[in-house]
Every structure is written in C-alpha cells, then in structure tokens.
C-alpha cells in the first residue's frame, strides 16, 4: 500500500487548465482516467487527508504509485481524450458499465449488392443500417416474419444464396412470395436495394406513407373487381399494423429521442435507455456500474453518454436526449454530441407531459435492474471475497490474492504437448490475458519438466518487461541466458509471442507477461509444484506463492511440504481453486486438440510450391488418395487437367520424398484398413481425424 504523499507533485507543479489524468500503480498499469476542468484544483482533492476520502477513492489513491496528466486547449477535447484512454487502458478503478448480456440488432446490410435482413451482435459494421437493441431475437424475428410479406427481402447467408443462384432454385422462402428471389433474377439488383431501403424507411418508423399506399392500391384492386389481389393487400396492411403494435406510439410527435434513467445507492448503479424512433420504442437496453469514487448523478449520466456514443455518428446519435440530470459542466458534452452527430443534439432534463411521464417508466425500470442485480450478485460479492480469504488463511499469505494464474499440462500419448495459463482477478476469470504455450524444450512426455519450462518462460518475459520499465537498474535481475531465451515459443492466439519492443513510460496497457500474480496454481501434486517452485527460484522470485490441486482427492499441496492442505468439500476458496483449475485445464485441452486436428489435416501435398488448393483437389479427385498418387507416373499425373510436367514432376519428388502417412485403424475391430477397403486416406478434402485404438474411456485416459 503506497502512501500517497510519495508521489505528490509539488507545489505550482500543476498547471491551472483543462486536462485528462493518468494514475498509475507500481507496475506502471494505469488504473484510473480522469478529466478535469482545473488540473490543480481537481488533483489537490485526491491529496488530502485518507480519513476525509471515499473509501474506494482512499484504495484508488493508496493502490497507486504515481500521477501524470496531459493538458488540452478545451473542456471537449478533455472529455474526448478521457474517453479514448479509457478504452484503451481499462482502467480498474473507472466506471464500467457492464452489459449482462450482448444485445441483438435488426440489421440490414446496404453495404452488399443485394442487402440482407438478419440479427447481428457485436461491433457495428460500416454501411450496414441497424435498429434495435432488442431485448430479445425472437422479438426482431417475428417482427421480420411480418414485415417479409411486404417488404420480401433477402434473409438468406450468402452460402444458401450462392448455391440457389448456382443451381438456378430459389429457397421455400422464395416459393411461398417472403423473398423476391434475387438469387435466380426474379428482381434486378436495383429494385432489390430500392426495396431494402423501403424496409429500412419503415422500420425507421416513416410507416405512414407505405399504409396509405398499400389501402389505396386494396381499393383500387377492389374496384376493378380484383378481388383476390385486394385480399392479399389487406392481409399485408394487417401484417403492417401488428407489426406496429408491437412498439406502441409513445411520444405523439414523431420524436426521435434517447431517454436514460439513473437509479443508485452508494455502491452500485443501474442505467437504463430506451431508444425512441419515431415516437415508438424501438429497442432497450441497460448497464450496472460499480461506484469507485464518490460520483454525482450527472457524472454517471456523462458516463453513460460516453458509453452509448463513443463509437457512434450520424443518424445513430438521436435529435434529442433526455436524461434526469445535466453533467457539470454541460456544454462540452453537448458539444461533443452535435459533433458526433453533425448537428445539433438537445440534451435536457424533462419537465412535462408525454416525455416526462415515459422517463418515469424508464426510473421504474432502471429501479427494478439495480434491485434484480443486488439479489443476483450480493451473495456473489461476498462469496467471491470470503473465497480470497480462505485461500490466504490456508495458504499462509499475507493477504489475498488478488490475481491467480493457474497452469495446465495437455497431450495426447505424449505427442502435441502443450500448456496453458489462465488468469483470475477479483475472482472473476480475465481472458483477455490467457495465454498458451507449446513445450519445445524437449520431445515425449513428461508433466514435470514441461511445468519447470512453462514456468520458467513466463516469469522470464516478467523480469524482462519489469527490467524494461526500469524499475531494476541496468544489469540487475537477467543473466544473458535469461535475456536471449525469454518468452520464446509462447503463444498467443496461436501466433508466437517473440520479445516485443520495451515498455514505454506513457504506455499502461496491458502486456503479455507484465503483472505479476499473488498466486501460482498448478494442475497437478508435490511433484508439479516443486518443479514450479524450482523454476521460481531459479529466477530469484520469491514474492510469489506456489500452490498444486490434485484431481484424485482434491489436496492443495505446498512447496517442500510433505502433506497437503486439506480443505473441507464446502469451502469457497476450494470451490475457487477448482474453478481456476479447471478452467485451465479446458484451455490447454482445446488448444491441445487443435493443433492435433491441424496436424492430421495435413497432406504432402501442402508442401509442393506452386500448387494451389483446386490444383491440390485436382489431383486427389483423379487418384483417390495421396496413396495411389505416389505411385503414379509422371505421364499419369500429367493427365490431370491443369497439371503441366514440369508440375507434375515437381509433385512426383515432393511424395517420393514424404513419410507415407500411417493406415487407418477401423475403431470397432481394431483391423488396419487399406485403401481398396473402402476407407479413405486422410487428406485436404477428407478431413478425417484417426482415433488411437482402444475404447473410448480408454482413449480418454490417454489424452489430458
């Protein structure tokens, strides 16, 4: 715990203008953002006396090791900067807006030549035309179903859309009139990407003009005595208004507006938005946020604002937001918002009428948010903090760990051996800081050394990023040796971790190997956790504590202890390490089965420069197998459409010199099969994975 006189700048250091703060911990992990109007004025407050801070700002302050800041010309280019540090350094100790869940949007793709209907999550692409959130995507496919009879635009994934175009068929939807079928030319490109838009107009909610047009042409047909095409408008104009009815008018003057709802107590806080289009609701969605500091009501707002808009532009920042109090001050937010959108944008607190009666249906529903996640996650909370506490107190650390790193061992019989290590913070998992490791060391099987060098190239990356950040003088803490073999064959989402360039001073975001845990967990006994220990202290580490839970009965064992730490079946802290540990052990496992799968996939015929993939399934489609390839002549491989002879002998020396693959094994008898029996060699465009002999539970015991 820092004391945070240490660091406090000196007196007139601060300048007296509008900037953005960074605080930062002792591994130079920036963990709090700020904005300020005043520098000067906004730091002093964080220097005072401990007693007279809120508690979570009185950790903030102590948990840190050191403050910068950067000066900017103007109040919005401060709260700009905030914004964009926050989302690049996720800083621990800022407000978090956590989504439960990732909200589905009706999108409709006008970027492609015929646009398509569909759900989508996630990030929003560019020229794609999005409504919603929905609550759920059931909702947007009902609403889709009705709106088809209409407006039949395509639905279909592009797979299911080339292959009726290949085949000159349409899908059942273009049979039965939900789709205008543009895959076999039913409607030009043009007309389809007029009738897209007339999809989105509606759904945007300019519904008026295409009823009155639909009842017109009803009349006319039924004029002209027309009566089964009357009948079809009229069930396409009920289609229409039950669509609408699905989000009822509630503002009367067509508003297009955002209405945000706070409701908080002193730990916690529950935003809620509804999205007006329209004057109708179309679409809601909602955050829970820890409070770190003690923040006011229009700081959350302004927070939220952040959230919803810090990506967004156009027509996706709405005329009007409602909110039930102004940030402080206001006019660099609304600023801020008029130039996302590229005019202006009223931000104000609602007085009366239509608007304030719906911002009380949005407080309600923000209201019962706050109360539904306190019920959910109090007894989590507590769980979580009593489960860090039990690990110490078994354990004999000084305090609780607030980041665990857990360590697995994954091959199968020995080949494709590979590790993994994942991360829990707070006791919550942190996946973004997974990493994976191939064991290059050495060949064969042997979980010992495999966990000795996992160990030893993680806390070697750490030592190299902390002598990077020059917390160590120059020549402290690395050997040559620890230098050149540092981090070598780690992996990270599959590509290898090489030694990136140096920690800069103003650089807080995470690094690979950067931070260092209060605990090791292993998978495995005495054995594996001496060979983690070993490794630690063979660096010199020795503020870092070293744990192994065994599968068999579920013992926590301890360096140079002879028995283990027994705790009892109810404890949460043994729930904890259990949960990290198999979370471990699931990472390693599907990495170790991808790599095997990858390796199986494999053909000699990869190898051959300058042959492609058609020419490739060419060659197997003419032979059979890579088998009988390799015993073709090279006239007989000239026969293949596409394969010269100067190709053709180039394939001929690339299989003459390749291992024959292995034979298949036929799983229910245990017989070695032939090619002329019937099962395929395992190549490209068969992609098969040999199963080891034995059955099934005794392959499991093989693979770990």
Known sequence: MADPSSYRPRPGEIPDSPGVYRFRDEHRRVIYVGKAKSLRQR???YFQDLANLHPRTRTMVTTAASVEWTVVSTEVEALQLEYSWIKEY????NVKYRDDKS??????????????????????KKGVRYFGPYGHAWAIRDTVDLLLRVFPVRTCSTGVFKNAARTGRPCLLGYIGKCSAPCVGRITPDDHWDLADEFCDFMAGRTGTYLRRLERQMADAAEEMEYERAARLRDDIGAL???MEKSAVVLADATDADLIAVAEDELEAAVQIFHVRGGRVRGQRGWVTDKVEEITTGALVEHALQQLYGEESGDAVPKEVLVPALPDPVEPVQQWLTERRGSGVSLRIPQRGDKKALMETVQRNAQQALVLHKTKRASDLTTRSRALEEIAEALDLDSAPLRIECYDISHLQGDDVVASMVVFEDGLARKSEYRRFQIKGFEGQDDVRSMHEVITRRFRRYLAEKEKTGEWADGEGLTDGD??????????DGAALTDGPALKDDDGRPKRFAYPPQLVVVDGGQPQVAAAQRALDELGID????????KRLEEVWLPREDDPVVLPRTSEGLYLLQRVRDEAHRFAITYQRAKRAKRFRSSPLDDVPGLGETRKQALIKHFGSVKKLRSATIDQICEVPGIGRKTAETVAAALAGATPAAPAVNTATGEIMDDDDGAPETTADAPGEPVPAGTPDERRGQER
């Open 90 to 93: 996720d800083p621990r100790f």
């Open 241 to 243: 208004k039950k669509a």
């Open 103 to 124: 909200y589905p949007y009706l999108a409709v793709t006008m970027n492609e030549e015929f646009p398509r209907v569909q759900v989508m999550r996630g990030h929003k």
């Open 43 to 45: 730091l002093a407050n």
């Open 483 to 492: 230098q050149h073999a540092n981090g070598a064959g780690a992996e990270d």
């Open 543 to 550: 503020d870092i504590a070293v744990c192994g839970l065994a």
